[in-house]
């Protein structure tokens, strides 16, 4: 038990630095002047003690830490059993169980648990490959929807006429993305913000569908499995092989911008050059050339000097 508790020690010293920072910034924010009274203590006249109010404090973030650490973990337990278990062990009484054996039987417990996740996964999984499979033989039959040779499946629910992206290009959209059932996984519409990326850092679908599109327009899009997250799917929302329906409205697009050389601007300009000779020269035997930048720079300063000293002088 002591790796857990570790963590939860942690998690309440995290917690209470950040209760200091919260508190911090509520008195800063009601402060009207030099002469604003300082946050009155939550604790005031609840405790005989300074040491109850503390160790009390602690128990309130242990508690909750331990709450939303078995809740992420789904562990199934009897809360009166956690609390005289915990109890016995913080008063240093004797417990039914050693550290290291309770260390055994959780570890044993979460193997357990991730064998019958990793089943219900492989279940969920074939499910939902049953389910994209028939959606899209359904959906392929409606009215108004296109299929590309990749198997994605389209339908224009707004034409436009604006600008249409390139994979390199970064958009700009607002979109709903579902399950075939219906669940709703995704959507920048509920976050209220559009959603900003690079179109060629998305799912095979988003990529190929996005390119179909312009500015202004609004396109649902039926993705199958493979375009998309695939066999691994995209825990804990996206089952594996799960076919996903999207409703898009591309909003702008604008070129990616390169990552600067090294050295900076100056690079560019100091990239090696190609040299291809002249008809007649391939004839005589000349080749293509590829010149260093550092020969170029020297090449240049020379071909600099021999001019001058060419150059007659103006009266």
């Not at 562990?75 to 009166?80: A, C, I, M, S, V």
């Not at 900003?196 to 095979?204: D, Q």
């Amino acid at each position: 038990m002591k790796t857990l508790s570790i963590v939860l020690l942690s998690g309440v010293l995290a917690g209470s630095a950040l209760g200091q920072n919260n508190a911090a910034t509520a008195a800063s924010s009601t402060a009207s002047g030099p002469g604003s009274a300082a946050a009155a203590d939550p604790g005031e006249g609840k405790f005989k003690t300074e040491l109850e109010k503390h160790s009390y404090a602690m128990g309130v973030l242990l508690a909750g830490d331990i709450k939303r650490q078995l809740a992420r973990g789904n562990y199934e337990h009897d809360p009166e059993i956690v609390i005289k278990a915990f109890s016995e062990a913080l008063r240093g009484k004797p417990t039914l169980i050693t550290d290291g054996e309770a260390n055994l039987i959780l570890r044993n417990y979460t193997t357990e648990l991730r064998k019958k996740a990793e089943e219900k996964r492989k279940e969920d999984g074939e499910k939902a490959k049953v389910a994209g499979e028939l959606f899209l033989a359904a959906n392929k039959a409606k009215p108004g929807v296109q299929t590309t040779p990749s198997g994605l499946q389209y339908k224009v629910l707004k034409a436009a006429q604006g600008a249409q992206p390139k994979a390199e290009d970064i958009v700009e959209v607002h979109y709903r993305g579902t399950l075939v059932d219906g669940t709703e996984f995704d959507s920048s519409i509920s976050r209220g913000q559009p959603a900003s990326f690079g179109l060629n850092r998305v799912i095979k679908g988003w990529t190929e569908g996005l390119q179909l599109m312009q500015v202004g327009s609004k396109y649902q899009f039926v993705i199958p499995s493979e375009l998309a997250y695939g066999q691994n799917g995209s825990p804990p929302k996206i089952p594996p092989h799960s076919t996903l329906v999207f409703e898009v409205e591309l909003l702008s697009v604008k070129p990616q911008t390169p990552p600067p050389l090294p050295g900076g601007a100056a690079a560019s300009a100091t990239s090696d050059i190609i040299k291809v000779p002249s008809a007649e020269e391939l004839k005589k035997g000349a080749q293509i050339e590829v010149i260093k930048s550092s020969d170029a720079e020297r090449l240049q300063k020379e071909a600099a000097e021999q001019k001058k000293r060419n150059e007659v002088p103006k009266p």
